[in-house]
């Protein structure tokens, strides 16, 4: 048995303190389902009970303040959760309910991150979907991401600029074009987009190098 010698009411909980010395923290809204009270006793089966809710309910503060910092894919937060030591059962629950409640969707997350990698940087798809799988996004829905990015895509104008930018300030360097490829695709571009981009600068450049 336990007995409840202070209750301490704080932003989005309550901090029940037992004799032993011991400190629960519970969401307010489950304090007048336990019955609780200062000088209340609480039975070894309540006990448990209180503990596995303290449990659920920092489990899912933690993911809230984790959420605070940017919005998290579901992998990212499961691997989060998983650090700090909550259990696997505990991890689902929570994830499950901050899906149903919006707080966590993969696919608003891919669409939003490719639109917003768009407009701060010439990127090509690929590097896109690698950042998004280190982050856990299905490939099914990277494809859609990417698919719904169609009209935000790069075009091959804007990437041949890039090319020509980069060819410009290697000056005298040896295998110019050679560089631009790699240069490419670090830059995510496909294949065929860094052929076409190739093509069109030894062609308009003429033999300034040997390649």
Same mark, same amino acid.
Do not use: W
């Given at each position: 048995?336990?007995?409840?010698?202070?209750?301490?009411?704080?932003?989005?909980?309550?901090?029940?303190? !037992?004799?032993?010395?011991?400190?629960? !923290? !519970?969401?307010?809204?489950?304090?007048?389902?336990?019955?609780?009270?200062?000088?209340?006793?609480?039975?070894?089966?309540?006990?448990?009970?209180?503990?596995?809710?303290?449990?659920?309910?920092?489990?899912?503060?933690?993911?809230?303040?984790?959420?605070?910092? +940017?919005?998290?894919?579901?992998?990212?937060?499961? +691997?989060?959760?998983?650090?700090?030591?909550?259990?696997?059962?505990?991890?689902?629950?929570? =994830? $499950?309910?901050?899906?149903?409640?919006?707080?966590?969707?993969?696919?608003?997350?891919?669409?939003?991150?490719?639109?917003?990698?768009?407009?701060?940087?010439?990127?090509?798809?690929?590097?896109?979907?690698?950042?998004?799988?280190?982050?856990?996004? #299905?490939?099914?829905?990277?494809?859609?991401?990417?698919?719904?990015?169609?009209?935000?895509?790069?075009?091959?104008? $804007?990437?041949?600029?890039?090319? !020509?930018?980069?060819?410009? #300030?290697?000056?005298?360097?040896?295998?110019?074009?050679?560089?631009?490829?790699?240069?490419?695709?670090?830059?995510?571009?496909?294949?065929?987009?860094?052929?076409? =981009?190739?093509?069109?600068?030894?062609? $308009?450049?003429?033999? $300034?190098?040997?390649?």
């Amino acid at each position: 048995m336990h007995a409840v010698v202070a209750m301490n009411y704080r932003d989005d909980c309550v901090a029940v303190d !037992l004799d032993t010395g011991e400190t629960i !923290l !519970l969401p307010v809204s489950a304090v007048a389902g336990f019955s609780i009270r200062v000088g209340s006793t609480i039975s070894r089966e309540g006990y448990d009970m209180m503990k596995e809710e303290s449990r659920r309910f920092q489990c899912k503060r933690a993911a809230f303040n984790y959420l605070a910092i +940017r919005p998290r894919t579901v992998s990212e937060m499961e +691997r989060y959760l998983t650090r700090k030591g909550f259990d696997a059962d505990m991890i689902r629950d929570t =994830v $499950e309910d901050l899906a149903r409640s919006g707080y966590l969707n993969d696919e608003d997350y891919a669409a939003r991150y490719v639109g917003a990698r768009l407009r701060k940087k010439l990127v090509g798809k690929n590097l896109l979907a690698a950042e998004l799988e280190r982050r856990g996004v #299905s490939r099914q829905v990277i494809r859609h991401a990417l698919k719904g990015a169609g009209a935000q895509m790069v075009a091959i104008d $804007e990437v041949y600029d890039l090319a !020509l930018k980069k060819y410009n #300030s290697l000056g005298s360097a040896k295998n110019r074009v050679g560089k631009i490829a790699s240069f490419l695709r670090g830059r995510g571009f496909d294949f065929d987009t860094i052929t076409a =981009v190739v093509e069109r600068l030894r062609s $308009e450049k003429g033999r $300034e190098e040997d390649v």
